[in-house]
Structures are given as C-alpha cells and as structure tokens.
C-alpha cells in the first residue's frame, strides 16, 4: 500500500499537510500551529539563478513571500512528489507566472524528462539554483535525488572576469589547525583561494544557497577542508559538489573514522581523502573515497623562520596539552559512557601504550570478555567513541611517563600549566599556554632540547614539532616513528629515542655536544625547506586532482 497525502486545517486555521504510512505512522509537512512560520527560514533567500528548481514544495509557505521577486528572466522547475502539492501551488503559488517552464511529480518525471533537459539545452551554461524544502526533500530523498540527477548534464558557467590566478579552490576556512597554512600554500602554487567561512551561523538553506551559488558564480577547480570542516550535517556539499562536477579533497589531519561516522551514507566518488597517517588509508577507501593517498603534515616556513635565533633560556622542555580529562570528558559524552567501563579502558589504552601498532578496532570485544566486562551496546557510533577514548587515553598516559620521567633532567613544559599539575603534581615546572601562530616559533627557539612525544592515533606519521621545531631553528629529539625514517635520513636529520632510558641518554649526548645538534637542525632543516612545507603537500594534492 502507498503512503497517502492528507491536507488539513491548521490551529491557526491554514492548511497543513501530513503524509500517512502503511503502518500508521505519519510524517508531518507543516507546523500543525502555524505552518507559515516556515517563511522565517528564508528571510534571507534571493533568486540568482538563471534556472531556479524549487525541490519540494509543500504547501509552498517557505517561498510564499519571495515569488515575486523572481526575474522574469529566469526559468522555474518545480518538482514535488505528490501531484496534489504540485497542483495546488501551481494553482495558488505560481498562477500567471509566465517564467514557469516544468512541473514535475512522481507520476509523471518519465514524460516530463525530456522538457527538463530541453530547458538544459537552451540554456547553456545557466547557473542553476536550487530550493528545498526540507520536509518534504527528506521524505522521498530518492525520488528527489533521481529527479536533481536530471540536471547534472547542466554545465557550470564560466566565471566572470576570468580568474587572475592559475587555478581556484574552495577552501572551508575558520579557525580551525591548519587552514591559514593551506590559504598561504595555494596562493604560492597559483591557486586562488576562495574562502568559505563555515563560522558564520547559517540556516540549512542558507548554507546551501551560499554553497551552490559560491561554485557556480567562482567556479572552483576543487574543493579543500581540514577534517571535514565546514560539511553540513545533512550531506548537502557531498550532493552539490557532486552534481556540479566539482572534486572535493579532505585533508584528515585527525582519526578519520569519528569523523566519518555520520556521514559514511554521503561520501561520493568525486571525493578524495588525503591522510596523515598511513594506516588509516584503507578505510578511507572502503568508505568510499574515489581515491585516499598519504599526505603527511609539514610546516610553514612564513610562520617558523630560522632568522636571528635567540641563545636558549631553558635547557628541556616539551610543548603541548597534558590531554587530562576535560578532553577525555568531551569524548565520553558523544557515547553511552559508563563507569563500570574504566577497566577496559585502562587495559586497551596500555596495550596501545606497550604496542602503537596494537589493534584496538579489533581486540576490544575480546578485551571486554577477558575482564568480564559487559558492553552497554553494540553499535558502531558507540564503539567508535569508546576505541577513540582508548586512544586518547593512551596518548595521556604516555605524555605523562616521559615527562614525569624527565623531572630530574630539568624538564619544563609549555602550554595548560593547570592541566600538566594536575597530571604530575604542584612540582612540574609550567608555563603559560603558548598561541601557535604568534608565540610558538619564540617558545621552541627559547628550548635548547625540544622532546617530541606523539600522539597515539598515529601508529606510524610524524607530527608538526619534527617540522617546525628545525625550521625555526631549534632541535627537536623524537619518539621514534616509522614516517621519520621515510622523510628525513635519521642520525643526520633526525634525532629519535626509543624508550626513557634511551632518551635520557640522547639528552646528555646533544647536551654536551653542541656541534652535533647544531648540525643535526641545519641538515633538518635544508630537508624540510627542499621537501616538507604546505606548498610541497599542496602541490601533491594538486598533482593528484589533474
């Protein structure tokens, strides 16, 4: 049996709609108070494209007010599941609109295809804009999604003037790690960067009018986000960019698979994944990515110059976040945390500890069975949460050795002073936090020995002291990672310990001999500048897209 459409009286005495289901259910179109308190959403919309579809219609109330000012020069498809929505706001919506060229429903799509691609063809190169209406878009997502497919032979128009620079990217920018560097690395490829500011609070449909508009009007040869910042929850950038042609590149600096979690049912096959750590690739490519390549982290030169470097004032120090547990509590409460979990995480997060290449993804269940500790759940959202505390657990528990080992060597950290007491008593010496892009390059010259500790999502890559710290200058002794041992040549351009007692050592060696750490940052250093700053990541991230 087929859902039904029923079309009622409001309380505010309008008219509403619901859809009913075989197994009476119901879904709700419209307010069942005051169904024109949709127009709201839309205060902001304005018509743009030479060819607006409106996807969706209801009863029409979220454009009701804003038919009007459509340009008669624009042409209109409206598209509604139901013929009863469809002829009702044809009748009351669009009456003696001499702009409108396609009605289509479920019922009738097959006959109407032809004249909707007939409209395509006349139009070459019309920017089209599109206008859902949510309630309906997500009850038939399908029938939505097959008649937009209608439209993807559209060509995007070109933009005017031509674009001064080699190329364009969109790139979702706010104050998220990493985006002002990949701003600074385009322009240097002569890519233009053409900035999506994602912190700026929008509606569902005004993101999506912005979006569709900012493409089309600019037209980007790719689209570039950090961790997927700046993605809508409901799959629209995915959707847009996919039916414009348009390549999108995410750059996962972070486990990808929390991240990925919501939205696993969205990724298309014009999207690509870069990662900073291998091991995470080849679930990218089963998620769906049409490609997922390695792409580790690096430095800007801009932000950490090697210019005039001060005499060190502190002879060790490391810096960075304690990671205690004001993160750990942000983490536990995306799932259905429980106390009575605290052993399993103890037990997986020192395996992690003892192995980096320990596979938690697989062995928790066992661990869990092994304590006699029984899981409140099963599902994967929960689970994934739970594998991520684990880790970050680990990380924590593994900063908190190292330098609580290297008290007697002088040891001193920089950044979450409250944090580090908490995690290793009132002696720890502190200091204030340190902001990256204007205090960090000061904070690493001021340390003679800057100890890298990494974290343990990332079995095998390295992160942005071992580039940073060399390039302003200064020398870095790391844990050692697999990753160093494939960008840099380790003894001559790297320096690495592989436990306390190792590390203990190496802090006396380098300390006592002046010569071999000032060598070890200038070869360092000639490295990083000839192989591992932004451009060189950008460049291959472009190499990949032509």
């Given at each position: 049996?087929?859902?039904?459409?029923?079309?009622?009286?409001?309380?505010?005495?309008?008219?509403?709609?619901?859809?009913?289901f075989?197994?009476?259910?119901?879904?709700?179109l419209?307010?069942?108070?005051?169904?024109?308190?949709?127009?709201?959403?839309?205060?902001?919309?304005?018509?743009?494209?030479?060819?607006?579809?409106?996807?969706?219609?209801?009863?029409?109330?979220?454009?009701?007010?804003?038919?009007?000012?459509?340009?008669?020069?624009?042409?209109?498809?409206?598209?509604?599941?139901?013929?009863?929505?469809?002829?009702?706001?044809?009748?009351?919506?669009?009456?003696?609109?001499?702009t409108?060229?396609?009605?289509?429903?479920?019922?009738?799509?097959?006959?109407?295809?032809?004249?909707?691609?007939?409209?395509?063809?006349?139009n070459?190169?019309?920017?089209?804009?599109?206008?859902?209406?949510?309630?309906?878009?997500?009850?038939h997502?399908?029938?939505?999604?097959?008649?937009?497919?209608?439209?993807?032979?559209?060509?995007?128009?070109?933009?005017?003037?031509?674009?001064?620079?080699?190329?364009?990217?969109?790139?979702?920018?706010?104050?998220?790690?990493?985006?002002?560097?990949?701003?600074?690395?385009?322009?240097?490829?002569?890519?233009?960067?053409?900035?999506?500011?994602?912190?700026?609070?929008?509606?569902?449909?005004?993101?999506?009018?912005?979006?569709?508009?900012?493409?089309?009007?600019?037209?980007?040869?790719?689209?570039?986000?950090?961790?997927?910042?700046?993605?809508d929850?409901?799959?629209?950038?995915?959707?847009?960019?996919?039916?414009?042609?348009?390549?999108?590149?995410?750059?996962?600096?972070?486990?990808?698979?929390?991240?990925?979690?919501?939205?696993?049912?969205?990724?298309?096959n014009?999207?690509?994944?870069?990662?900073?750590?291998?091991?995470?690739?080849?679930?990218?490519?089963?998620?769906?990515?049409?490609?997922?390549?390695?792409?580790?982290?690096?430095?800007?030169?801009?932000?950490?110059?090697?210019?005039?470097?001060?005499?060190?004032?502190?002879?060790?120090?490391?810096?960075?976040?304690?990671?205690?547990?004001?993160?750990?509590?942000?983490?536990?409460?995306?799932?259905?945390?429980s106390e009575?979990?605290?052993?399993?995480v103890?037990?997986?997060?020192?395996r992690?500890?003892?192995?980096?290449?320990?596979?938690?993804e697989?062995?928790?269940?066992?661990?869990?069975?092994?304590?006699?500790?029984?899981?409140p759940?099963?599902?994967?959202r929960?689970?994934?949460?739970?594998?991520?505390?684990?880790?970050?657990?680990?990380?924590?528990?593994?900063r908190?050795?190292?330098?609580?080992?290297?008290?007697?060597?002088?040891?001193?950290?920089?950044?979450?002073?409250?944090?580090?007491?908490?995690?290793?008593?009132?002696?720890?010496?502190?200091?204030?936090?340190?902001?990256?892009?204007?205090?960090?390059?000061?904070?690493?010259?001021?340390?003679?020995?800057?100890?890298?500790i990494?974290?343990?999502?990332?079995?095998?890559?390295?992160?942005?002291?071992?580039?940073?710290?060399?390039?302003?200058?200064?020398?870095?002794?790391?844990d050692?990672?697999?990753?160093?041992?494939?960008?840099?040549?380790?003894?001559?351009?790297?320096?690495?310990?592989?436990?306390i007692?190792?590390?203990?050592?190496?802090?006396?060696?380098?300390?006592?001999h002046?010569?071999?750490?000032?060598?070890?940052?200038?070869?360092?250093?000639?490295r990083?500048?000839?192989?591992?700053?932004?451009?060189?990541?950008?460049?291959?991230?472009?190499?990949?897209?032509?």
């Open positions: 049996m087929r859902d039904s459409l029923q079309i009622f009286t409001a309380q505010n005495g309008q008219l509403s709609a619901k859809v009913l075989a197994n009476d259910t119901a879904r709700h419209h307010s069942l108070v005051d169904p024109s308190v949709e127009t709201g959403l839309y205060d902001g919309l304005s018509f743009w494209g030479d060819i607006i579809v409106f996807v969706g219609l209801g009863l029409g109330y979220h454009i009701a007010g804003k038919i009007s000012s459509i340009p008669k020069r624009c042409a209109i498809i409206a598209i509604d599941y139901y013929d009863e929505l469809l002829q009702h706001c044809q009748g009351r919506l669009f009456n003696g609109l001499a409108i060229a396609a009605f289509v429903s479920s019922s009738n799509i097959q006959d109407m295809t032809p004249a909707v691609k007939s409209i395509l063809s006349n070459p190169g019309a920017s089209v804009q599109i206008v859902k209406h949510p309630a309906s878009y997500s009850l997502k399908d029938f939505y999604a097959s008649a937009l497919d209608l439209l993807a032979t559209a060509p995007l128009p070109r933009p005017s003037p031509p674009p001064a620079a080699a190329d364009r990217a969109m790139l979702f920018h706010g104050n998220f790690f990493l985006e002002e560097e990949v701003r600074s690395a385009l322009k240097t490829c002569a890519v233009e960067p053409v900035l999506f500011d994602y912190n700026n609070t929008r509606s569902m449909a005004a993101y999506e009018d912005e979006i569709q508009r900012l493409i089309q009007d600019r037209r980007p040869s790719f689209v570039l986000s950090i961790n997927m910042k700046g993605f929850a409901n799959g629209a950038l995915e959707d847009i960019t996919a039916r414009l042609g348009v390549p999108v590149v995410v750059w996962f600096v972070d486990d990808p698979r929390p991240i990925l979690m919501h939205r696993l049912s969205y990724v298309k014009n999207m690509v994944a870069a990662c900073w750590e291998k091991s995470y690739l080849p679930y990218l490519q089963n998620a769906g990515f049409s490609k997922a390549i390695h792409a580790p982290l690096a430095t800007d030169p801009g932000l950490f110059s090697s210019a005039s470097v001060p005499a060190p004032q502190v002879n060790l120090g490391f810096v960075g976040t304690a990671m205690v547990d004001g993160y750990a509590g942000n983490i536990r409460k995306k799932f259905l945390w009575s979990l605290s052993p399993l103890e037990l997986v997060s020192d992690l500890l003892a192995d980096p290449l320990y596979p938690a697989t062995e928790l269940l066992a661990c869990a069975k092994a304590l006699s500790v029984s899981l759940f099963s599902d994967e929960n689970l994934t949460w739970l594998r991520t505390l684990c880790i970050h657990t680990a990380s924590m528990k593994k908190k050795n190292i330098i609580g080992g290297l008290f007697n060597e002088g040891m001193e950290t920089f950044g979450d002073p409250e944090g580090w007491k908490s995690l290793l008593g009132p002696r720890v010496r502190t200091h204030p936090n340190v902001d990256y892009r204007h205090g960090l390059r000061g904070a690493y010259r001021d340390i003679r020995i800057n100890v890298n990494t974290s343990c999502q990332m079995p095998s890559a390295i992160n942005q002291r071992v580039f940073d710290i060399p390039c302003c200058g200064s020398f870095v002794l790391s050692d990672q697999k990753d160093l041992h494939e960008l840099f040549d380790v003894g001559k351009e790297a320096a690495v310990y592989e436990s007692g190792d590390l203990k050592e190496k802090l006396r060696f380098y300390q006592s002046e010569p071999q750490r000032l060598s070890l940052i200038e070869a360092a250093r000639a990083i500048m000839n192989e591992h700053t932004y451009v060189h990541r950008i460049r291959r991230i472009l190499d990949l897209l032509r």
